[in-house]
């Protein structure tokens, strides 16, 4: 048996990018990237990013209520889908009134 924690998905032994099997209440066995809380956090992080970019931020708070949603639907506070749609609305909100003080 190793002593460096690699037995249970970390420490010294575990290769970055490595999939850690998960056994589900159900009894399903599945790798951490393929866990429902996985895929909200890539949500709310891909709308933290989108979201920085102004022709892209309402894609972004699209994306981060939608990640939102499912964090809330879990019973998690969804902090990271939370920051997206604050950056998203201040970068839209930026956006708008920089086109409408160019146009005008």
């Known amino acids: 048996m190793s002593m460096n924690g690699s037995e249970y998905g970390g420490g010294l032994g575990s290769a970055a990018g490595q999939t850690i ?6 009894g ?3 790798s951490v990237r393929d866990t429902p809380s996985s895929n909200r956090r890539n949500a709310a992080i891909a709308g933290i990013v989108l ?3 102004p022709l892209l931020s309402v894609v972004g708070l699209i994306v981060s209520v ?11 506070t969804g902090g990271l889908a939370i ?6 609305a201040v970068v839209l909100a930026a956006f708008v009134v ?6 005008s």
């Open 21 to 26: 099997p998960r056994t589900d209440a159900d």
């Open 28 to 30: 399903k066995t599945r």
């Open 51 to 53: 979201g920085l970019i």
């Open 66 to 76: 939608v990640a939102l949603r499912g964090y809330r639907r879990a019973g998690e």
């Open 83 to 88: 920051a997206g749609i604050v950056v998203s």
């Open 98 to 103: 920089a086109v409408s003080g160019v146009l």
